[in-house]
């Protein structure tokens, strides 16, 4: 159908608000190269989930893993479905690079994005669409499981081996906030990810042949739950820090996008107030507790949006769906269930890949690199030239 | 039907527009809280029109007020149709903030998206599409007079109630211009509304029954009152004042497309050049008349863009209608009654809830808030803590 | 249909793209003129190719150049098809004002916008779609030659005929490396263009009458190209120049979009890989060739980007025609003498007018108003008023 091919290309939305967004969250000496790992990532990903991901992921003999090898390098030709299944697949793949922004090294993180693109995503998708996860009956309409809380496991372990950004976390327990360089980037990038939601979960909807009821519907609840989820965030920054936020803000707002994603279509309308508010609540915090407590310097929140949004969506799905108390209890149980698989999926995987690399490459800029900014230091470009910037010494200064 | 989702969808991107338009325009200093004014916005106006607004305006048993209450909360289950209508509405709510930027508070503003999105939009709406105006052949497809118009006439009343910025009228009866920080942005939001309003037209002409060919000459026409717009407001700055603007040319261009609304569907073409062109005209004209003559300060012309743009857009719809003479003079009669009906709806529910805020709460930040810039001094933010900024003093200076 | 009005919408994305590609890779001291002539481009191209080439492009009566009376000011009524035509059009038009950027005048330009759209595009367009090259077999559905090719060329001349920047190229040889001043809008530019690619092709192939396997093929080898450009264009600046480079990237993966342009939805998707891959190392080459070797300051690269990308995308889709050796053979005789045909009539239009603009008017500014920048000499605005700039006097000082 040709809707699919404008739901695509609006779906590409999020990956240009997803630069946008995670560019405005670093450092100005750190802009260009973010722009350039998002370009990256969309060119190694596209390609391998067109190579091999998107036969694991639409064959349907296998519940557990098998191959369609008609699909391999699309043999049997294209289709407007499997376009619109590259733009889905992209909509994950870039979750985890957010995570170990400006102190990373450029090529390694290809690795990651080849891994979730040919092999995790699709792996957990097969599962939750066709596999023995879907003969369960579990419901993640959108992925907030297979590619949301996937992308997110997988961007925690490489926070997690890569490490927090120097400057970042001090010996006597205390912490920095190391401020992004551009706030409206920030909110022109999660208001053109709102606008490409709609689309990526009317497609999904329509790949999985839901009616045209459950995809208006879906509609509606995804700008309800981004609209819930920005207000509750709002009245969190509010309430606890006297002061509305602008990022606590939109980690809510994105936090209730990705959590309507795996029951929108079959959950009404009010449903998507409460799953959007509760994120809006449990992101921020989140990524707040990540942040100082679990000291995992995550600095665009990836974490907390994908990963706690998408467990809290893919629960929400199981626990407001239709039917009696006892459907409901076995609901979850199955959603729980797809959560721990996947999840277990994507951190073997990641955990496998990091190892390796540790192992074999350098993961992370050296320390004089960082502190002078990766544009110049590894790109020998300034992201803005023409201004004059602050060098925020204090960052490296704290220590001493 | 799937389009409408694709329809929709895009049309929020004249939010994104909205956004980055509205940002530019103000300085740097308080970029942050205005991108989060406008996403604050959009959570509340959703809320509210789901709530309540779509119950008012969908309901066709009465033609002057009334409520179906299936809509409420949309009890009665989602569709393509009520979420387009969703992306619609929010074309209109956010317009009134923008008339007080730069030195109103956050909250109170909240007060203003609930009533647009909840009660005035609705109900003119209602009054346009299915109730006494529709009944009496008023002619507004796309919101001229009740979304855009309606929206004005609230900014209005917010810009006179909450008064100028500090700094920017002189007891000399001078007045300082204040210019943007960021006039990219202000380029590239214009050209998102672009890209939405030819969706947003189309939907409207769908929900109302409109046939392809309409459609199709709507969505010319909008592309060609745009470029007229533009094209006009860029000749009469430079005859005018030596010089083309951007602002102007985008104030003309933006006139362009609100003032076509009103009739895309049902003229021919060519009136879509001399629609827009006369607005290209008006449309500056009046912004400057509004700044420097009636002294209302309005950042970001949204008063001239929607109010002016929207009136003449609706007084065109009945002049260029076909039909003999006798026709078009009864026409012209109703559009002007409708203008008028809708603008006294507008006037009085905005009169009475700033009367009752200016009563109630501050509206607006401390001068000493606003000389810091409304980022650091509410948000505890700034926008671009990277790069080094210019305190324009001169603005404060004036009167010493 | 419906969706050639999503289509023609997200098309616009293209021009937004442009926008804020072109606004990137200059000086910040030219960034708000650089938003009006992008902004004026739309207006008066939208207006002389609703005026005149409309009625050039779709007549079908005569094979090398007629006009269809019935199109003019489209007198017959509007549709869906031709809005979609007049926002492909748009994606040609602005080629040529990226090419003369930072020190031509501003409304002599126009002349340039009036003649692409109402002449040379409309013309090229037809002989490709209906006219004599269509009988003779020639394949360009997206105008990797008649649209893009074709902008190239007049790029190329007016480059050439308005001359360097001053500062760029010095007397012993020598020249300067000017870089742009944003590059998260370069990255973000060209994400957009990405965005609008699909739906661009998608309705070429809609109004060419091709089937819906073909548009999804399209579709799908729309992205493999960009991302096979973009990866391609990486390792070429890694292995040439020891490192990644953004504006290298962004050629290369732009590069592709336009070479995939001429034959999408007739070749299989590997194809895509080989024509993307290419044109993601000839295209940068190109660029840094006519930069330093030619001597042309194109500081958009668009004379690379369209011309190269566009005369290999156009040569691709006869070389990977299906058939036997010898209807490929002559499948590329036709592609080759397309290409000539084209750029011959791109460049005798554009020579002319050119000789004319040079004996008539000034086509650019004083060497003090370029130093000055064209924002605050001839617009009296300045882009960025909030923030300090650098001003890089080497430019000018180098041959002192």
């Not at 989930?49 to 030709?77: K, P, Y």
């Not at 709002?234 to 936090?255: C, E, M, N, S």
């Not at 449903?271 to 959007?276: F, K, L, N, S, T």
Request: net charge neutral.
């Amino acid at each position: 159908m040709e809707v699919m091919i404008g739901l695509g290309a609006a779906c590409l939305l999020i990956r240009l608000g997803l630069l946008l967004y995670r560019c405005g969250q670093i450092r100005a000496k750190n802009a260009a190269g973010s722009v350039l790992r998002v370009v990256g990532d969309f060119c190694v990903a596209t390609l391998a989930f067109w190579a091999v991901g998107a036969a694991l992921m639409m064959q349907t003999r296998h519940s557990f893993l098998g191959i369609d090898s008609s699909l391999i390098a699309f043999r049997s030709g294209g289709s407007a479905d499997l376009f619109f299944l590259i733009t889905l697949i992209l909509t994950g793949t870039g979750i985890a690079g957010g995570a170990v922004a400006e102190r990373s090294r450029f090529f390694p993180l290809w690795a990651v994005s080849i891994l979730l693109a040919a092999i995790v995503i699709p792996i957990g998708g097969q599962w939750a669409w066709f596999g023995w996860l879907a003969h369960l009956g579990f419901i993640d309409i959108g992925g907030a499981a297979w590619l949301h809380l996937s992308g997110a496991v997988c961007a925690c372990v490489a926070a997690f081996v890569v490490g927090p950004r120097t400057g970042k976390y001090h010996t006597d327990g205390s912490s920095s906030m190391i401020p992004g360089h551009n706030i409206p980037y920030v909110g022109v990038g999660a208001m053109a990810m709102l606008v490409g939601w709609v689309p990526y979960l009317a497609g999904c909807l329509i790949l999985l042949h839901y009616d045209m009821a459950s995809i208006g519907s879906a509609a509606i609840s995804t700008l309800i739950a981004g609209a819930a989820g920005g207000l509750a965030a709002i009245l969190l920054a509010h309430y606890r820090y006297g002061k509305p936020d602008v990022i606590i803000t939109l980690l809510g707002f994105l936090g209730g996008l990705v959590a309507i994603s795996a029951g929108a279509g079959r959950l009404a309308t009010p449903w998507a107030v409460v799953i959007g508010g509760i994120a809006g609540l449990i992101v921020p915090m989140s990524a707040i507790f990540l942040d100082i407590i679990c000291r995992i310097d995550d600095p665009i929140g990836v974490i907390a949006i994908h990963g706690i949004g998408g467990l809290w969506g893919t629960i929400a799905a199981g626990l407001f769906a239709t039917g009696d108390v006892t459907h409901r209890l076995r609901q979850l149980g199955v959603q729980i269930l797809g959560i721990v698989a996947i999840a277990i999926l994507s951190f073997a995987f990641s955990a496998a890949l990091f190892a390796v690399l540790k192992l074999t490459v350098r993961l992370r800029v050296s320390e004089a690199e960082e502190f002078e900014g990766l544009d110049l230091a590894q790109l020998d470009i300034g992201a803005y030239p023409d201004f004059q910037q602050n060098t925020i010494k204090s960052y490296h200064l704290r220590e001493a």
